[in-house]
């Protein structure tokens, strides 16, 4: 195990040119099935698991899948949380985000203040991320308020990506929302990654090896996938099919 998950991610996107995470809703796949698929995916080449969900509710149910993830794969855990719910002393690491582009304070610095303490008290690794919300952003897009940034217009994305990475965030995450129909579009990532330094995270509707491999060639360093996994019962091959798209070429 690498001694700091940033380090660890920041590696392997420069040996691999991109990589993907796992995201598991314990809400969604059930807490007792997260280890299963977490250990399928990671057997199809993903690199990190994260774990978390916009409505997420039961931070036993949390705890209990990241511990049982923990138990059963070697890649680390990452928590992606909603709220204060969101964080397990568990975990190897958390996303500590913040929706840029939130209408409501509560998710742009408040639940940040109010459960930093908590984080610090664990003494969870934090990845610090700036996180967007593109299109309606689906459950959280609604459960942030979200102000959408319309699909076609990618120079608003970029503006709050600078924003966020001049702000010090060490990651940007452009989000479609779980589910969405359409992935975040190529132009979008290709106008943010040609301004950005920090690594760039897309996810949010990506569901094959045909539309990572558009979004890694757009730029994307990182890409997530949710729903995927939730779907299939053939988690390893599906992965798989996403990481080979993503790991041969290299920018
Ligand atoms: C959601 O970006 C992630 O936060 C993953 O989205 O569920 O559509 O893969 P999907």
């Known amino acids: 195990m690498v001694n700091s998950v940033e380090q660890y991610l920041l590696e392997r996107i420069e040996k691999e040119g991109a990589i993907h995470m796992t995201l598991l809703?314990?809400?969604k796949t059930g807490s007792n099935n997260c280890a299963a698929i977490a250990q399928e995916a990671e057997k199809g080449g993903t690199a990190a698991i994260?774990?978390?969900g916009s409505?997420?509710?039961?931070?036993s149910d949390l705890d209990k899948?990241?511990?049982?993830?923990?138990?059963?794969?070697?890649v680390p855990v990452i928590l992606f949380p909603n709220n204060i719910t969101g964080v397990s002393r568990h975990a190897d690491a958390i996303w500590f985000m913040s929706l840029l582009n939130s209408s409501n304070t509560y998710y742009i610095i408040d639940v940040q203040a109010l459960t930093a303490r908590l984080v610090k008290s664990y003494g969870l690794e934090t990845l610090s991320m700036g996180?967007?919300?593109?299109g309606d952003g689906g459950a959280a897009g609604f459960i942030g308020q979200a102000r959408p940034i319309a699909p076609d217009h990618p120079e608003l994305a970029l503006g709050y990506s600078l924003a966020g990475e001049t702000l010090g965030m060490h990651f940007v995450y452009l989000e479609a929302g779980s589910g969405a129909n359409k992935p975040v579009p190529p132009?979008?990532?290709?106008?943010?990654?040609?301004?950005?330094?920090?690594?760039?995270?897309?996810?949010g509707g990506i569901r094959d090896g045909k539309a990572a491999k558009h979004t890694m060639e757009a730029g994307a360093d990182i890409i997530v996938t949710g729903t995927l996994v939730e779907e299939t019962d053939k988690v390893r091959e599906r992965i798989y099919d996403i990481v080979n798209n993503i790991k041969p070429v290299r920018r």
């Open 55 to 59: 409505t997420l509710a039961s931070h």
């Open 65 to 74: 899948a990241v511990m049982e993830i923990k138990a059963y794969v070697d």
């Open 187 to 203: 132009e979008m990532v290709k106008l943010v990654k040609s301004h950005l330094s920090v690594p760039l995270i897309v996810g």
């Open 25 to 27: 809703d314990p809400e």
């Open 50 to 52: 994260m774990v978390g």
């Open 131 to 134: 996180y967007i919300i593109i």
